[in-house]
C-alpha cells in the first residue's frame, strides 16, 4: 500500500472546507492524486470530517467512478458495445491484454503502468471499435494500431 501524504490530503479538505456534505468532490480530488482511493486516506478523511468510515465507503463503493484498487499510470477503456462489438474490439483488446501483459482476471500490468477495463459504452459509436486512455479516446483502433498505442505510452513513461 502507498502512503498517503496527510498534507496533500489536508489541502483537499480546506479547499472543501471540512465539509462532509462535499465528500464526493473531496473523493473525487483524492482519486485524481492517487488514481483510487488509499484505504488509509479514507480512514483520516472520515475522522476529519465527522463521518462513520462505513459511511464513506457506502459512498466510495456506491459510484462506479471510484476505484478502491490501485490503478496503473494509464487506465486503458476498451469499449465492448454493440457498435464496437460489431467491429472487432474483441481483438482490439486481445491485443492490449497482450502488449500490456493484463488479463481479464488481472488487469494491472505487474511494471505499474497500465490498468486495463472493459466497458459497457464510451458514447463514441461512430468512431468505433475506441479505446480511452486516462480521458483521451483513441478511434478506429486495430490490434496494430493498440500495440503502437501502448508502445507509446511505455515510451512517454
Do not use: W
Not at 134 to 151: E, F, G, I, Q, Y
Amino acid at each position: 500500500m502507498e502512503t498517503v501524504d496527510l498534507k496533500f490530503i489536508d489541502s483537499v479538505l480546506a479547499k472543501h472546507g471540512g465539509d462532509k456534505a462535499k465528500i464526493i468532490a473531496i473523493m473525487q480530488d483524492l482519486q485524481e492524486q492517487y488514481r483510487y482511493l488509499p484505504q488509509d486516506a479514507l480512514e483520516y478523511i472520515a475522522k476529519k470530517v465527522g463521518m462513520s468510515e462505513s459511511k464513506l465507503y457506502g459512498v466510495a463503493t456506491f459510484y462506479g467512478n471510484f476505484s478502491l484498487d490501485a490503478k496503473g499510470k494509464y487506465v486503458v477503456k476498451v469499449c465492448r458495445g454493440t457498435a464496437c462489438h460489431v467491429r472487432k474490439s474483441s481483438s482490439v483488446l486481445q491485443a492490449l491484454y497482450d502488449a500490456t501483459g493484463t488479463s481479464e482476471h488481472s488487469p494491472n500490468s505487474k511494471d505499474g503502468l497500465f490498468t486495463l477495463e472493459i466497458v459497457s459504452c464510451l458514447g463514441a459509436c461512430g468512431l468505433s471499435p475506441v479505446v480511452m486512455v486516462n480521458d483521451v479516446v483513441h478511434a478506429a483502433m486495430t490490434p496494430d494500431k493498440a500495440r503502437d498505442l501502448v508502445k507509446q505510452l511505455r515510451e512517454e513513461a
